[in-house]
């Protein structure tokens, strides 16, 4: 079985600031990890992904996150934020790389402030 | 990356009715799946459609309350059926095309009264 935590349902960071969301992961075997963002209203769209390459990935919008096997954690950063970055932010994992489907964190809604 | 259509967008149901929603990706792929997010929650799967055989429900989940069909590789529905104000969600289709990743549609918004 596996499953993802994501700690804290609201991050409020300031425009300009250092974005980081959390993310922790639980699976028996090498996960697959995923950044997804949700806008208003819409589908979502793949941030960024971990398939046991590189552990430092680099998604788009300048998102990146770090897969730490030993902190079983894959949060995700952005140095500097933009009042388009608001939105809710999923992680989830995946052992089978999306064919076995995806079991998805609870979410963080990141707010960005002026 | 796939491009995803869902249909209806949206919808309006009145309670004891069904709704069939439809998915139609841009290319042939061998793995769909069906979410459900309920306001204000993440993303719950509900079932995996394979074409060729009976789609896969997850714990919670039966056919006789979400029938899926997927006839071929580039088209799936999922039918809520018999709704209660329960039901109303967001149904999401999306798809894996080998590359290790899931593709989304942009959601069916369910409002069950």
């Known amino acids: 079985a596996q499953s993802v935590t994501q700690l804290g349902s609201h991050v409020s960071v300031s425009e300009g600031a250092l974005v980081l969301l959390r993310c922790n992961y639980s699976?028996?075997?090498?996960?697959?990890l995923f950044w997804y963002v949700q806008y208003p209203n819409q589908g979502l769209q793949l941030l960024l992904k971990?398939?046991?390459?590189?552990?430092l990935v680099k998604g788009i919008n300048g998102f990146e996150a770090e897969f730490k096997k030993s902190e079983t954690s894959f949060h995700l950063t952005k140095p500097s934020a933009h009042m388009s970055d608001a939105a809710e932010y999923f992680c989830?994992?995946?052992?089978?790389?999306?064919?076995?489907?995806?079991?998805f964190g609870k979410g963080t809604h990141l707010i960005i402030q002026p | 990356s796939a491009v995803i259509s869902q249909k209806p967008s949206r919808d309006i149901c009145q309670r004891g009715t069904s709704l069939t929603i439809q998915c139609q990706v841009d290319s042939q792929v061998t793995m769909m799946f069906w979410y459900r997010q309920q306001p204000g929650q993440s993303l719950t799967l509900i079932a995996t459609a394979n074409q060729g055989s009976e789609a896969t429900y997850e714990s919670g989940f039966v056919i006789d309350k979400f029938p899926i069909s997927r006839p071929n590789l580039t088209f799936s529905t999922l039918t809520v059926s018999n709704m209660s104000p329960e039901d109303s969600s967001i149904y999401l289709c999306s798809a894996d095309r080998n590359t290790g990743e899931l593709f989304f549609g942009e959601g069916s918004r369910l409002t069950v009264l």
């Open positions: 699976s028996s075997v090498p996960p697959y």
């Open positions: 989830a994992v995946s052992t089978g790389g999306g064919a076995d489907g995806l079991t």
């Open positions: 971990y398939t046991s390459a590189a552990t």
